[in-house]
């Protein structure tokens, strides 16, 4: 008699899918630690090995830790907020962050001036803005999923009515102020690695490194929930539970990303999507680590090509939301599927 072979479902269909999936992965963080290189050391004009040459790496390197952070915090924040909602067109920025973000500085420079939007780069302001993107995410959360008005759609809602009132009020202010002072502040509300400082490295990669360890740790429960409320119930997870849990950690990604470089809309939804496209697989320890290693290498590899070959650095950001924005319509009017 033959033995019984235990049958049991594994994250792929079949061999050749896991072949498919590693192979594509590490091809593509291949590109993305090519994309590294490049843009430490192509185009250097100091000698090699001299002084000048290790401080410009130097500050190249601080400008792709800042890529690295973004791409870690965009990519894994977008996945699981798809997958909690339940819908691979919305994004975490329906939250209000990016609202919030333009809320802020319009507010500093509106107040106090160019001056005193110069005088804010500091590590108390950076701290008080992720206070603030987070206090107000999680005061959402609290009263929408805890309280008596419980759902996640009316809390999705209340974040669109949010962002739409901060940007109104920033609208307002950019009205009252000087053409040069107007174009300071356009130059900061772009997304851009420019505008993060290697002060703030101390406090945002450990909390960028402990919140998406948590989300990856809870990409088991991110399956289950991924089947949808009534399915998630009947296997015995704690649907609001968790959707809470993985919200909160969303909410301290995006946060940390908004504060540190500024807003990237559709950076997150654009390597969500082709994640999915090119991961045959549901399981969140396969999506997430694809997600990452995409965003690394359309932010590495954006800026290389805009800087080195397009003579175009300051239009990265420009692009990389043209395409995401594009990506989406398309997603929309195709009804979800590419």
Same mark, same amino acid.
């Given at each position: 008699?033959?033995?019984?072979? =235990?049958? $049991?479902?594994?994250?792929?269909?079949? $061999?050749?899918?896991? +072949?498919?999936?590693?192979?594509?992965?590490?091809?593509?963080?291949? &590109?993305?630690?090519?994309?590294?290189?490049?843009?430490?050391? #192509?185009?250097?004009?100091? /000698?090699?090995?001299?002084?000048?040459?290790?401080?410009?790496?130097?500050? %190249?390197?601080?400008?792709?830790?800042?890529?690295?952070?973004?791409?870690?915090?965009?990519?894994?924040?977008?996945?699981?907020?798809?997958?909690?909602?339940?819908?691979?067109?919305?994004?975490?920025?329906?939250?209000?962050? =990016?609202? @919030?973000?333009?809320?802020?500085?319009?507010?500093?420079?509106?107040?106090?001036?160019?001056?005193?939007?110069?005088?804010?780069?500091?590590?108390?302001?950076?701290?008080?803005?992720?206070?603030?993107?987070?206090?107000?995410?999680?005061? &959402? #959360?609290?009263?929408?999923?805890?309280?008596?008005?419980?759902?996640?759609?009316?809390? &999705?809602?209340?974040?669109?009515?949010?962002?739409?009132?901060?940007?109104?009020?920033?609208?307002?202010?950019?009205? @009252?102020?000087?053409?040069?002072?107007?174009?300071?502040?356009?130059? %900061?509300?772009?997304?851009?690695?420019?505008?993060?400082?290697?002060?703030? #490295?101390?406090?945002?990669?450990?909390?960028?490194?402990? *919140?998406?360890?948590?989300?990856?740790?809870?990409?088991? %429960?991110?399956? /289950?929930? *991924?089947?949808? $409320?009534?399915?998630?119930?009947?296997?015995?997870?704690?649907?609001?539970?968790?959707?809470?849990?993985?919200?909160?950690?969303?909410?301290?990604?995006?946060?940390?990303?908004?504060?540190?470089?500024?807003?990237?809309?559709?950076?997150?939804?654009?390597?969500?999507?082709?994640?999915?496209?090119?991961?045959?697989?549901?399981?969140? +320890?396969? /999506?997430?680590?694809?997600?990452?290693?995409?965003?690394?290498?359309?932010?590495?590899?954006?800026?290389?090509?805009? $800087?080195?070959?397009?003579?175009?650095?300051?239009?990265?950001?420009?692009?990389?939301?043209?395409?995401?924005?594009?990506?989406?319509?398309?997603?929309?009017?195709?009804?979800?599927? &590419?």
């Amino acid at each position: 008699m033959s033995a019984t072979q =235990e049958r $049991r479902s594994g994250a792929f269909a079949s $061999r050749a899918d896991r +072949r498919r999936w590693w192979l594509l992965f590490l091809g593509i963080t291949a &590109l993305a630690a090519a994309c590294v290189v490049g843009l430490v050391l #192509y185009g250097n004009p100091a /000698v090699v090995g001299s002084r000048g040459f290790w401080r410009i790496v130097d500050r %190249r390197m601080d400008a792709v830790i800042a890529m690295a952070v973004v791409a870690l915090c965009q990519a894994m924040a977008t996945v699981s907020f798809q997958t909690v909602t339940g819908n691979r067109i919305l994004t975490p920025s329906i939250l209000g962050f =990016e609202s @919030l973000y333009r809320a802020i500085h319009t507010t500093t420079i509106f107040l106090f001036g160019v001056a005193g939007l110069n005088a804010a780069r500091t590590t108390s302001m950076f701290l008080l803005q992720l206070a603030l993107m987070i206090g107000l995410s999680l005061m &959402l #959360y609290s009263w929408l999923l805890l309280g008596s008005v419980k759902g996640l759609y009316p809390m &999705l809602l209340v974040g669109i009515i949010i962002g739409a009132g901060l940007g109104s009020l920033s609208t307002f202010m950019q009205r @009252l102020l000087t053409p040069s002072e107007f174009d300071v502040l356009t130059a %900061r509300l772009f997304g851009s690695v420019n505008n993060a400082d290697p002060d703030y #490295y101390p406090v945002a990669i450990p909390l960028v490194l402990g *919140a998406a360890a948590l989300l990856y740790a809870l990409s088991k %429960r991110l399956n /289950v929930l *991924a089947l949808g $409320r009534d399915t998630t119930t009947s296997l015995g997870v704690g649907h609001a539970r968790i959707s809470l849990a993985v919200l909160v950690l969303i909410s301290v990604l995006m946060a940390t990303s908004t504060a540190l470089v500024g807003p990237m809309t559709f950076l997150g939804f654009l390597v969500a999507t082709l994640a999915y496209q090119l991961s045959p697989t549901y399981d969140h +320890r396969y /999506v997430f680590p694809m997600a990452v290693s995409l965003a690394m290498l359309t932010l590495c590899g954006a800026y290389f090509l805009m $800087r080195n070959v397009f003579s175009a650095q300051g239009v990265v950001s420009i692009i990389i939301e043209f395409v995401g924005g594009a990506l989406f319509l398309i997603v929309l009017l195709r009804r979800g599927r &590419l």
